[in-house]
Structure formats: structure tokens, C-alpha cells
């Protein structure tokens, strides 16, 4: 019992400590300001992240911007939910479907310039709160882009939109002028063991 005790009293003093410490902290970021958010990496989930903080912008009655590159050929699950609230969603689709799919460079490369115009438009309107670029990392990863005139459009939008960007393969460059920067890693994929991908969960 006295054990139980003791182990009870460091415990609620570790937390004390821990609290003290991430409140001051806390009280250091005064700093309020749109952030720009790389989520990158082979792993899964990379998407699956952008459009969660997309509905956690809706959860807090704001507006949000969608444009999708790469993807296309087949509507995504995210796409047949969020179209269902076109006031609150703006959702654009300038992809056609995976690189390897098309083989058709040029074609890729339109498609991408015009999606990053769809973009350009976003960064313009105060009420989009946040601006999700899915997949836009492949695409600058392709150079199918430019880079320099990319992170020059994201620095000069509305200063307190937030912008995410997704995809494997993110350039320094991107990452460099990034806030928030995240790398998803592979530890098991269903893939791998023979296992189609899945509605509700790929797609």
C-alpha cells in the first residue's frame, strides 16, 4: 500500500513538473499567423492528415480551399464527402491519376498549371481559412512546377491563411520555408501482404 502511495506522489509530482513546463512554453508562442504545413514521406496517412485538419477547419465554422493534383481518374472518398458542403469547401481536382497511369508528361504538366492557378486563386480570398494542396509535392517532385514561383505564391498569400501541402517526396526548398514539417514512415503496409486497397481506408 505504502508503495502504491509513493508511486502515486512521484507520479502527480512528474506531472507537475511536466505541466510548469509545457505552460511555459505555452506562454512563450504569442505569435499568431497563417502556417504553411509539409506533411511528406512513403508512409500512409499523408492525405488522410491534410483532409482532417480540413474538416477541423469546418468544425470551427471556417471556410477551406481544396486542390487536388495528381489524383483524378477515380473520385476519392474525401472528394464524395466534402463536395457535400459547397459553402463551406471550395474542392478542385487537376489531376487525371498517378504519374505512371497517364504517361503523358505534357498533359501531367497542364494539369498541374492549371490546378496551381485554382491555387493562386485560393491564396487571394480572405475566407478561406486553410488551403489544402494534396499531393502537390509529387508534382514539384516531377518539376512539374515551378518551385521558386510556388513558394513565392504561398509567401504572398493572405498572411493568415494556413497552408497545407502533401505528398512523398517534398523538396528542401518547401521544407525549408515550412512551419510545420512532418515525415510519415512505412513500418507495415496491407499492400505488401497481397491486400487491395480499400474503400474508406486508400480511397
Known amino acids: 500500500m505504502d508503495d502504491d502511495i509513493d508511486s502515486e506522489e512521484r507520479h502527480r509530482e512528474l506531472m507537475r513538473k511536466q505541466k510548469a513546463a509545457v505552460d ?9 499567423k497563417g ?18 485538419m480540413v ?20 473520385p476519392t472518398g474525401e ?5 457535400r458542403f459547397p459553402d463551406e469547401v471550395i474542392y478542385h481536382v487537376s489531376g487525371e491519376g498517378f504519374t505512371w ?3 503523358d508528361r505534357a498533359r501531367d504538366v497542364c494539369r498541374a ?11 487571394r480570398r480572405e475566407d478561406i481559412a486553410l488551403v489544402l494542396l494534396d499531393e502537390i509535392n509529387v508534382v514539384l517532385a516531377h518539376r512539374y512546377l515551378d518551385q521558386a514561383a510556388v513558394t ?3 509567401a504572398a498569400r493572405w498572411p493568415m491563411q494556413h497552408v497545407v501541402l502533401t505528398g512523398r517526396g517534398a523538396p528542401q526548398e518547401l521544407i525549408a520555408m515550412a512551419d510545420t514539417v512532418s515525415e510519415v514512415k512505412v513500418i507495415k503496409h496491407a499492400f505488401k501482404q497481397g491486400i487491395r486497397a480499400q474503400r474508406g481506408v486508400e480511397y
Open 24 to 32: 511555459a512554453r505555452i506562454a512563450k508562442a504569442e505569435l499568431d
Open 113 to 123: 498549371q492549371g490546378g496551381w492557378e485554382l491555387a493562386r486563386g485560393l491564396f
Open 152 to 154: 513565392a505564391d504561398i
Open 55 to 74: 474538416a477541423r477547419t469546418l468544425g470551427h465554422g471556417l471556410k477551406a480551399g481544396v486542390v487536388q493534383f495528381i489524383k483524378g481518374a477515380i
Open 35 to 52: 502556417v504553411v504545413l509539409v506533411i511528406t514521406g512513403p508512409g500512409k496517412g499523408k492525405s488522410s492528415s491534410g483532409f482532417g
Open 79 to 83: 472528394e464524395r464527402f466534402f463536395r
Open 101 to 103: 497511369e497517364t504517361q
